[in-house]
């Protein structure tokens, strides 16, 4: 069965600066879709960012953007420019190609605090 | 366009007694899931719709679980009776269905079991 870990339960970030939250998962398959999710304290689950396995580059978008280490199993997301709007619980989850939503694991993810 | 809307938004009850949940997907999505989410945890599927069709409840609790999602749009969750380790928040999500396809969340309903 597939695993994806979050191994840092809180982390914080001065406003305007940079920070990276990390995530490592575990599967035998080699074609599959990596996301990470942000979910504010109204507790709805909006995707951040979409990395497909096959693709070599990294997604980005706008200030976020990952680094994807496929042999080493690793999928961090990095923010830049840090705005007191990212302050979240962001989740990292996994989905095998081929399948649908339903078919999403996620991590336990890591709340992440802004200071001002 | 309009969000998937739940409600209520929030839930307190005594164990033993029942509630229910209620989702409205974004028009025109065919599938339709639900999910719990313990607190310090991520989602955790525990039925999928498409349409009016149950796909996937190999996560359900069908003992105390049920959901419908009559007429193929709106869908509800109902717990009878419910446990004291149900306390969970209830998300329900919606995607135009088919592999691939992104699921769109709501913002869930936070369940208290006491």
């Known amino acids: 069965a597939q695993t994806v870990t979050q191994s840092q339960p809180e982390m914080s970030v001065q406003e305007a600066e940079t920070v990276t939250l990390s995530c490592t998962y575990d599967?035998?398959?080699?074609?599959?879709?990596l996301f990470w999710y942000k979910q504010p304290p109204s507790r709805q689950m909006i995707l951040v960012i979409r990395q497909e396995a096959y693709k070599q580059q990294n997604a980005t978008e706008n200030r976020f953007s990952v680094n994807f280490q496929k042999a080493a199993k690793s999928f961090s997301l990095k923010i830049s420019d840090s705005q007191l709007g990212d302050a979240a619980m962001y989740f990292c989850a996994y989905r095998r190609s081929g399948t649908n939503a339903g078919k999403s694991t996620f991590g336990d993810g890591t709340t992440l605090t802004v200071k001002p | 366009e309009a969000g998937v809307a739940q409600s209520p938004r929030y839930k307190i009850i005594e164990k033993r007694q029942s509630v229910a949940f209620w989702c409205n997907p974004i028009?025109?999505?065919?599938?339709l899931y639900w999910y719990q989410q313990i607190l310090g945890q991520g989602p955790k599927l525990l039925i999928q719709?498409?349409?009016?069709?149950?796909?996937?409840d190999s996560q359900l609790p069908k003992d105390r679980f049920s959901a419908e999602r009559l007429k193929g749009v709106d869908s509800t969750l109902k717990i009878q009776p419910a446990k004291l380790e149900d306390s969970a928040v209830y998300l329900c999500a919606s995607s135009l269905g088919g592999v691939n396809t992104e699921a769109f969340f709501g913002q869930g309903t936070r369940l208290t079991v006491v």
């Open positions: 719709f498409q349409n009016n069709g149950v796909v996937d």
């Open positions: 599967t035998s398959e080699s074609d599959y879709y």
């Open positions: 028009s025109g999505h065919a599938t």
